[in-house]
């Protein structure tokens, strides 16, 4: 075995019996099962007390788990709607309910507020949490104008304290986590670029009045797109990009004219190329709210992950193809742990910046709300 296979099968954390098991194409299956160091990342390590402010969306139901599985203390949730309180306290018990966001502020024992208001709310917010000595975890988009990334920029700097994003379709994806593991251990080799393709399911029924107005969640580019360009800069560890195109456009929903249903990006960075495309276009068939899918190209291969389905068969999410110069390994990477609750709550506790580099968060940023301001509109007349 040379040094390139024993490289990939211990980052795949593959067993002999799956490297046997074959596919009708000739590909290689098995389960990504779970290294040592992947479940000890996984374990917390620290413990802080948190809170909740907005519930405007879902995210924050995932967010919160992330912190609890990490080590924190939940200890009050704010928010004006009673039914997303009630909704909340479902899932997490009867969390002590703040008389209003002062009162969540000023306590001194509380060390980190996560949040998901309406998005255009969101970095106020955080600003707010981090002049008052605490860190800021918002959901995506955490910030929808060049001018609130210039505060939270500032406030960053007056403060010392935290504004991090929860990119949650690379940090709570375990397929995802999975490729992290698998570019930086080389199995590729050098990361040349990365596809992302992001569609989505828009259930009009379900969505509040905010969902529809660009001014509330800045655009699709914005909205969707961030977890995206975050991942094009993790992937390729570029420290430096460009936005090179983007276009946007209402396709679709002529009856909400302050919504677009299409965006795409291409981006050159210091360390790869990328494209950028979403939509909410995800027909009922699919079964589920999205087909995320990620292609990483390598100068020694290619990995591409179908993070929530596929339509081929296989049930569930978590699909990861790696083929490089000498096979074709299938990953179901269900089961692989996630890191970054314990290592956010770490980080909070410590100081550090383990699980969410400060610069490359507000990069992030910086590139969709570029990318969204200087969009060409699409338009279709045939």
């Known amino acids: 075995m040379d040094s390139l296979d024993r490289r990939l099968l211990l980052g795949a954390g593959l067993g002999a019996a799956g490297l046997m098991a074959g596919l009708p194409a000739g590909a290689q299956a098995a389960e990504a099962t779970v290294t040592a160091a992947e479940a000890a990342a996984a374990r917390p390590t620290h413990s802080i007390r948190f809170a909740v402010i907005g519930l405007d969306h879902a995210h924050i139901l995932l967010m919160t788990a992330a912190l609890l599985r990490g080590g924190g203390q939940l200890a ?3 928010a004006e709607d009673p039914g997303q309180v009630a909704a909340f306290r479902a899932k997490f018990g009867d969390v002590p309910l703040a008389r209003g966001e002062a009162e969540i502020l000023d306590d001194p024992s509380i060390q980190l507020v996560a949040g998901a208001p309406i998005p255009d ?6 600003i707010r949490v981090m002049r008052h000595g605490k860190d800021f975890l918002s959901d995506k988009p955490g ?4 001018e ?9 700097a007056e403060t010392g ?3 991090a994003i929860m990119y949650s379709e690379r940090l709570e994806v375990p397929a995802a986590v999975k490729a992290g593991e698998l570019v930086q251990a080389g199995a590729i080799g050098k990361v040349v670029q990365t596809i992302n393709i992001a569609p989505h399911q828009v259930n009009p029924a379900s969505r509040p009045a905010w969902f529809w107005d660009k001014a509330r969640y800045g655009g699709i580019l914005n909205d969707i797109g961030s977890h995206q360009i975050e991942q094009f800069l993790f992937y390729t560890g570029s420290k430096t990009a460009t936005v090179l195109s983007s276009q946007t456009g209402n396709l679709a929903h002529p009856d909400h004219p302050g919504f677009e249903d299409f965006g795409d990006v291409t981006l050159s960075g210091d360390g790869g190329a990328g494209y950028v495309r979403v939509d909410w276009f995800t027909p009922d068939g699919l079964g589920t709210w999205g087909d995320g899918r990620l292609f990483i190209l390598g100068t020694e291969g290619y990995i591409e992950l179908r993070k929530y389905a596929d339509p081929a068969g296989r049930p569930g999410g978590n699909h990861l193809f790696l083929v490089d110069r000498r096979q074709a390994l299938y990953l179901d990477c269900s089961r692989v742990p996630l890191p970054f609750g314990p290592q956010f709550v770490a980080d909070v506790a410590q100081r550090t910046q383990i699980a969410q580099d ?21 338009s279709f007349t045939s």
């Open 143 to 146: 910030i929808t104008s060049l």
């Open 76 to 78: 009050a949730v704010h």
């Open 358 to 378: 400060q610069t490359e968060t507000l990069l992030a940023a910086e590139l969709v709300l570029r990318a969204q301001r200087d969009a060409r509109r699409l």
């Open 121 to 126: 709310l969101r970095a106020p917010l955080g």
């Open 148 to 156: 609130q990334l210039a505060e939270v920029r500032r406030a960053i």
């Open 161 to 163: 304290r935290r504004f």
